[in-house]
């Protein structure tokens, strides 16, 4: 449905709306402009169109609603700055929420926004599934959303922006097979409620299937992390290596968090940097320790161009315009109109030329634990 914009402003509506719109804030946790907190972090409580249910406010600038899973985790900061700088150079107003994983919350600061009069929302679900009932809610107030790097399932998404998520976990597992082509292998997943998670686990077995099927490798663990914590990785990867004696060859790990926990479970047998760990999203941690040598590689999204797209997209898709996307991903109820950007194996012998080169770290602090015969 085309966005309406243009609509005038009514004085008593105004006052009216302000009050909901402070009601629901006060029940959705509303912080005004807090860092890495639970209510928008931007523009909050600017031009206040009407509350839940009420009209909303479709004139000045397009304003954009960004409803994010959680702002705890490195990458998800860069996401939220970079996110806005792009959007705002656009002219759009952007209100950022972060539910820090709490489906309930995410879903009422999402209806804040859309009861605030977003034209667009712009969503990285927490919870693949629980996530459909915002799509539903924005839809009915004929907002459309867009899936910024993670899917929603089972829902009419307009559109979803991330990176080739198959492939981050093919170019894992082609970096670990490089190290060891055969033995027994550690899988260590991220979030089982994140359709990522999901997309990963298929590129890495992608590409160990077959070896699995010949008898090469074995996979001797492999468990999802609750929602992606180091903690939950560590323990699964204590569990695997008392599983298995502590004799292991290799483990993926779905990103640099969960192999944070990895490698904390394997110095304490003593074999943090005897066995290839990969990961995923070139962490500065994860890069100090591919230069450590206690991790083999990472996989570098860069960020700026997700970014970058998603805004440029999220701002043709509230003016009614087509976003050109030149890929379909099913999400279990429609082939949503996609765009994926290509991700970047990364390990020793291209930090420098990747990560470092385009500024993603500085190769100060990336070195800085670094023995000087690694530098
Ligand atoms: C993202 C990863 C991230 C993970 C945990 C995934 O959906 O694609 O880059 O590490 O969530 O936040």
Known sequence: MAVKRGMAKHAALAILSAIVLSLSCLLAGCSGGGEAGNGPASSASQGAGGGAGASPDRSGPIKIGFAMDTLLEERWLRDRDLFKAAAEALGAEVVIAAANGDDAKQISQAETMIGEGVDILVIVPHNAAATAAIVKRAHSSGIKV????????????????????????????????????????????????????????????????????????????????????????????????????????????????????VVQALAEKGLAGRIPVAGQDADLAAAQRIVEGTQTMTVYKPIQLLAEKAAELAFKLARGEDPGADRKVNNGKIEVPSVLLSPIAVDKSNIDETIIAEGFHSREDVYKNAKQADR
Request: proline content about 3%; charged content about 20%.
């Open 146 to 261: 867009l899936a910024y790097d993670r899917l929603v399932n089972n829902a009419d998404i307009d559109l979803y922006v991330s990176f080739d998520n198959e492939k981050v976990g093919e170019l894992q597992a082609e970096a670990i097979l490089k190290q060891v082509p055969r033995g027994k292998f550690v899988y260590i997943g991220g979030a089982d409620t994140d359709n990522n998670a999901h997309m990963f686990k298929q590129g890495v077995f992608n590409v160990i299937q077959p070896l699995i099927d010949s008898g090469r490798i074995r996979v001797v663990y492999d468990q999802w992390s609750k929602d992606w914590l180091p903690a939950s990785a560590l323990a699964n990867m204590r569990a695997a290596l008392e599983a298995n004696g502590g004799r292991v060859d290799a483990v993926i790990a779905a990103n640099d968090a969960t192999a944070g926990g």
